[in-house]
């Protein structure tokens, strides 16, 4: 799964020459914690939060002021297995997703990584269970509890070519969002 499939791709900015207020504002209406900072062309140049504006003493103070530099970003195409690794290296709630001309597209956040985890166990059987009738494999019994996907009668085959088709759907299963390890046995 990547960063796009998960982002919210109607991102709101704000720009370095408005005020500390109007960020306020802005961030009270949408209800987030953080903005991306762009300059005049859209470019991604800094982030502002919440304590950078209750940090303010002067909230007519130009936002290019107050903001923080960009600890981390993303793009659409950065897999959510190193999207994780990044918001748990950081203290960051939210980064801004760049496209290759560092145009903010979207922005994504650890809510957004966490409903990817958060999957009913049940949900996640029948995504599974759906993943491996796609591979056309039967005779599998899948079983999931608590994110951990239990497969049952999928055996290692000993002809080396049907071993690499089995590789190819455990990686299709470990790839299923909501997964979060895969057992054979």
């Known amino acids: ?22 960020a306020g504002r802005v961030l009270a209406r ?5 903005l991306p900072v762009v300059d005049e062309e859209g470019r991604i140049v800094g982030v502002v939060s919440e304590a950078d504006v209750i940090a303010r003493a002067r909230l007519t103070d130009p936002v290019g002021e107050a903001m923080s530099r960009v600890v981390a970003l993303v793009h659409p195409e950065t897999d959510v297995a190193e999207l994780r690794e990044v918001l748990t290296r950081t203290a960051v709630k939210s980064l801004p997703v760049v496209d290759a001309a560092d145009q903010v597209v979207g922005v994504v956040s650890r809510s957004d990584l ?3 985890f958060a999957h009913d166990d049940e949900k996640l059987e029948e995504d599974v269970a759906d993943v491996l009738a ?20 999928l055996d290692a085959p000993d002809d080396p070519r049907e071993a690499s088709v089995i590789d190819a759907v455990i990686d299709a299963v470990v790839a299923t969002p909501g997964v979060v390890a895969v057992r054979r046995g």
Do not use: E
Not at 30 to 34: I, K
Not at 134 to 153: D, E, F, K, M, P
């Open 114 to 116: 966490v409903r990817v």
């Open 134 to 153: 796609h591979a056309r494999v039967s005779g599998c019994r899948v079983r999931v509890r608590n994110g951990i996907v239990q497969l049952t009668g």
């Open 1 to 22: 799964m990547l960063v796009k499939d998960i982002m919210n791709a109607r991102p709101v900015t704000i720009r370095t020459d408005q005020p500390i207020g109007a």
């Open 30 to 34: 949408h209800a987030v914690t953080a």
